[in-house]
């Protein structure tokens, strides 16, 4: 049985005193949902957020992870530092690190590989761009991307969260429709399903400009299990209304 999960990605906002008080705000009216919580915020405020949210529903996650274990890589993050922290979640492959730092579908597939020999949940993103959709190749372009890390990962595929999400949505304040988020998702599920016998488990985020005001609608499809939410976690009482819609 999927339970939902709803999870903020900050992407590069906050402040010290700005991350205190968005979740202080968020736990403060939270109680214990039913879906899961989580927020993936920039790796300077890990330590933060991990004491600011531990024994409270709220679990935290980072945005990137290196594909390397170890080594002469300045800059990098691994898996098992983000480990030492606490880290749950972690983004892998979001379409802005695939837009603006060349990540390939080898990349990512490496990345959720070395989040999992870590004991790290990677939330792996695929989606399309406009120029893409209008051509006619979403199938074409998700099927490939997901491939790539179930070619990777197939033993432990369905230990994976994978996340939907448009690129022609993100930050627009277009949403792809009801209908068409579901479409994917059931084609994407299909794909899981083919490659484990225990696809029917893994949660699938739809990450399109999920907001306060249409997450009802997309969160009761069938296979739309939970968001992964952008700019709406930036507001505390638009997140805890999307935490809200998938709760019910």
């Not at 999927?2 to 005193?17: C, E, F, T």
Request: net charge neutral.
């Amino acid at each position: 049985m999927r339970s939902h999960l709803i999870v903020g990605n900050w992407k590069m906002n906050g402040s010290l005193a700005a991350n205190q008080d968005l979740l202080l705000a968020i736990k403060k009216d939270l109680g214990q949902p039913s879906c899961k919580v989580a927020v993936c915020v920039p790796a300077l405020y890990v330590s933060q957020v991990q004491n600011l949210c531990t024994a409270s529903p709220v679990l935290w996650g980072a945005q990137d992870v290196s594909s390397f274990e170890s080594g002469a890589f300045t800059g990098e993050m691994s898996a098992n530092m983000l480990r030492d922290f606490g880290v749950r979640y972690v983004l892998c492959g979001h379409s802005e690190r695939r837009q603006y730092h060349g990540e390939t579908d080898e990349t990512v597939a490496l990345k959720a590989q070395r989040a999992l020999a870590s004991g790290i949940t990677p939330i792996v993103c695929l989606g399309e761009t406009l120029a893409q959709r209008d051509a006619g190749e979403t199938a074409e372009v998700v099927k490939r991307q997901l491939a790539a890390v179930i070619h990777a990962n197939g033993h432990c595929i369905s230990e994976i969260v994978v996340a939907y999400e448009p690129v022609w949505a993100i930050g627009t304040g277009k949403t792809a429709s009801p209908e068409q988020a579901q479409e994917v998702h059931a084609m994407l599920r299909r794909q899981l399903a083919a490659a484990s016998k225990q696809a029917e488990g893994i949660a699938i985020l739809y990450g399109g400009s999920m907001n306060a005001s249409n997450a009802v609608s997309l969160l009761s499809q069938p296979d739309i299990n939970g968001g992964l939410v952008g700019g709406a976690s930036l507001k505390a009482a638009d997140f805890l209304s999307i935490v809200a819609a998938a709760s019910q």
